[in-house]
């Protein structure tokens, strides 16, 4: 019994060490891709030099390094581990807090708002706060995307509904929300329906450093809240009712969570658009090796879904290079595929 | 009589050198020229007389506004102070003099932008920037260019000079830009292209938005984008081609009493109609025609089966479709660009009646003002009137065409009317 524990215990931590090192070599490499040709090694270098204030005269080569390495390379890499992160950990607590594991942070409609939300700003250019600029669209996509999970969170307290309603309700919102963005579209110049349609697959390409505050903070908090509440969401492994029968005020605990997913989700979506996959399938694989318990599912999920994220970043950039393909078409290329052998593989124990 | 003779050689002799005199003089007109335009098409902070130059009249003018003789003038703060005053004077006395420095001018977004003067190493995007680039002879500048299809024919030289800097039409890579040592990115005012540009201002690369593919105001950005390349005799060179192209079409059209002038409605894209104030309605207006569209908003979408467009109020005599596509098209690929665009427009009166055209949209704001008068007023602009002032531009300013001996209706057709293909 006593080793079984130690080998679980090292499982976990072999997990979490494996994830972590990805994330670096993964960033890493990152790191080095484009014209200017930078090292692996000589990366780290030049983000020390940075963080210590080394100084270069301007646009010398050392200048060129540290500025396209600091502004153009690395708040891709920061921003996939930030967005990978938190969508892992929306994944992980939302499915446990719906008990379905086919939740995701999407489910409550908030990809179909944020979109939406864009596609006005685009194509009507109406924005909330600063009209017309970058922010006002960010804005924008974040409010809207609030806007079906309270609607789902409203419908489920109305109705004193089951979990699965707040699915439900979620897709049904989804629909509404899709279907107002197309109308919006079919009136729309070809250009602006590009610029909306990198919003609805995904893509790191156009991040910067202005884009990773807000991302971060919420992702940050967020988690940490998770993490907090990581024991209540085991409770609701075992059911509502064992779960109230252990003191847990489950209906008011499952909307708090709600409310945590969808700012994070919504944070995260107006500025990189909906990636897939990484939210549904990273739960499920960091299950298989660590098992169920959120105090150490969500940690790790963070982990796992900011490396996976990573991954996919890298094959977007490199499978057709000199061009590349939105982030969000790869990790659906890659998470369908995963997901179904999950499913396939899966034991009915995990859940 | 001896000092009869001496009196007539004195005679002819002055004659002679007065005739040569003004021979010479009228041979030189074009170095001569000077425009008259005073609405201020040169943006540079420091034009404060609001002509087409840089020069020492505007120092007279900024001594005019100092002393109260003359209102202040759009650019007339040089130096972006706040003030009028001698340190503007002392300011654009060094711009006169072309001294390497930062100076300041409008963009199309309205924002008053710092540049360093002069540029030397030039990125530009799009295709229709890039058009205009070439016709104020920055081509030998243009280090960088965006990924995507650039007309094979037109962009021929570019595609061989310079590095493509992006696998996308809209974007330039910062991190190649780095590398070639651009300066400075030319790029289209809408926000689609050049996603990434504060990436650029943080490198400091002066990012100049423009409005190439506008109505006449593409004028402005070619003399204001020639002066921060330092290339202003050749960028007034081609601001004269176009004013002078303009001044002889105006003549003929203001012989055009109201009751005849022609509507039309103009259509960008696939299917998108000009409304009041797009570039494409007020292209076809300066072209003497009634434009019919009665909406604000930039365009009106005309999809298959669409009612709208079939109103009375919408019947036109024309309808003028501006289009992208490549310079190198000829009659036999012209029958597949019509039947792509007729799908939205047979149902209509011009359509019916012949007054449906299509053409090329990658060419200066005259040729596409002269492509329409053409068509609108066949008694007053002979037929081939927009192909020869094509053919004119290809050979002056496009010296890779115009190399090539390329033959506006051999090597490419530019104007496709319903006479040329299968209705």
């Known amino acids: 019994m006593k080793d079984e524990y130690h080998r679980y215990t090292g499982r976990k931590i072999l997990f979490i060490s494996l994830c972590a090192l990805t994330i670096v070599c993964a960033g890493g490499y990152a790191l080095t891709l484009g014209v200017r040709e930078i090292g692996f090694l000589e990366t780290f270098g030049i983000i020390w030099n940075h963080l210590t204030g080394v100084g270069y005269d301007l646009h010398s080569d050392g200048w060129w390094d540290d500025f396209v390495l600091w502004e153009d390379r690395l708040p891709r890499v920061v921003v996939a581990v930030i967005a990978g992160a938190g969508l892992a950990i929306g994944g992980a607590a939302m499915q446990s807090v719906v008990k379905n594991p086919l939740a995701d942070p999407y489910t409550t409609g908030i990809s179909s708002g944020a979109v939406l939300g864009i596609t006005v700003a685009i194509v009507l250019g109406t924005s909330i706060g600063s009209f017309g600029s970058n922010y006002g669209m960010v804005l924008n996509a974040f409010v809207f995307g609030l806007v079906p999970t309270a609607v789902a969170i409203a419908v489920t307290k109305m109705s004193n509904a089951s979990p699965a309603t707040i699915i439900l309700a979620g897709t049904a919102m989804s629909y509404l929300l899709n279907a107002a963005s197309t109308l919006l579209l079919v009136t729309a110049e070809a250009g602006k329906i590009q610029e909306a349609f990198l919003w609805q697959v995904g893509t790191l390409e156009w991040v910067m450093w202005d884009d990773v505050p807000l991302m971060f903070v919420i992702t940050l908090v967020g988690g940490i809240v998770l993490l907090f509440f990581s024991r209540q969401l085991n409770l609701l492994l075992f059911g509502d009712k064992s779960a109230k029968s252990l003191g847990l005020d489950v209906d008011n605990f499952r909307l708090i969570v709600l409310l945590i997913l969808s700012l994070v989700t919504a944070s995260i979506v107006s500025f990189v658009g909906i990636i897939g996959f990484v939210g549904l399938v990273s739960p499920h694989i960091v299950r298989m090796f660590i098992g169920s318990d959120n105090r150490f599912v969500i940690p790790a999920s963070a982990l796992f879904g900011a490396a996976f994220l990573l991954v996919a970043d890298l094959i977007a950039r490199t499978v057709i290079a000199p061009g590349e393909l939105p982030v969000g078409v790869i990790m659906s290329f890659i998470g369908g595929p995963i997901f179904l052998i999950l499913i396939i593989k899966s034991r009915k124990g995990m859940w | ?423």
């Open chain 2, 1 to 423: 009589m001896a000092s009869t003779k001496l009196i007539a050689v004195a005679v002819v002799a002055i004659v002679v050198v007065a005739a040569v005199g003004l021979v010479l003089m009228s041979g030189d007109e074009d170095s001569e020229y000077r425009s008259d335009n005073d609405q201020g098409r040169l943006k540079i902070f420091g034009n404060a007389n609001n002509d087409d130059y840089l020069d020492e009249k505007d120092i007279e003018a900024l001594e005019s506004i100092i002393s109260g003789e003359m209102e202040k003038t759009p650019f007339s703060d040089a130096n972006q102070d706040g003030k009028v005053n001698q340190s503007d004077i002392d300011f654009v006395e060094r711009m006169v003099d072309r001294e390497k420095m930062t100076i300041y001018y409008l963009n199309n977004n309205s924002e008053v932008k710092s540049c360093a003067y002069p540029k030397s190493s030039v990125a530009a995007l799009p295709n229709t920037t890039l058009a205009l680039m070439k016709s104020i002879g920055a081509t030998d500048m243009i280090k960088g260019i965006p990924g995507g299809n650039l007309d094979a024919t037109m962009f021929a030289d570019l595609k061989e000079s310079a590095t493509v800097m992006s696998s996308k039409a809209t974007d330039i890579d910062l991190d190649t830009a780095a590398d070639e040592g651009i300066d400075c990115v030319v790029v289209d005012y809408s926000s689609v292209y050049l996603k990434n540009y504060e990436q650029f201002e943080k490198a400091q690369i002066d990012v100049i938005r423009i409005n190439a593919a506008g109505g006449l105001d593409s004028l402005d950005w070619a003399l204001t984008v020639g002066y921060l390349l330092g290339l202003e005799e050749e960028s007034q060179a081609f601001v004269k081609f176009s004013d002078d192209l303009l001044k002889e079409m105006n003549d003929k059209l203001e012989t055009v009493s109201d009751a005849d002038r022609v509507t039309t409605l103009s259509v960008t894209m696939s299917n998108s109609i000009g409304g009041i104030g797009s570039s494409s309605f007020v292209t076809s207006e300066d072209a003497g025609a009634r434009n019919l569209a009665d909406w604000t908003t930039t365009t009106q979408k005309a999809n298959v089966g669409d009612e709208w467009i079939l109103k009375e109020q919408y019947s036109s005599d024309f309808i003028a479709h501006t289009c992208n596509y490549s310079f190198s098209t000829t009659s036999d690929e012209i029958q597949e660009i019509w039947d792509t665009y007729k799908v939205y427009f047979e149902g209509t009166d011009a359509y019916k009646d012949g007054g449906y055209f299509i053409f090329n949209s990658n060419v200066p704001v005259v040729i596409r003002i002269a492509y329409q008068v053409e068509m609108y007023y066949p008694d007053l602009f002979e037929e081939g009137y927009a192909s020869g002032i094509i053919q004119e531009w290809i050979d002056t300013f496009i010296d890779n065409l115009h190399e090539d001996g390329f033959t506006v209706g051999e090597d490419g057709i530019f104007l496709i009317k319903s006479d040329m293909v299968k209705v």
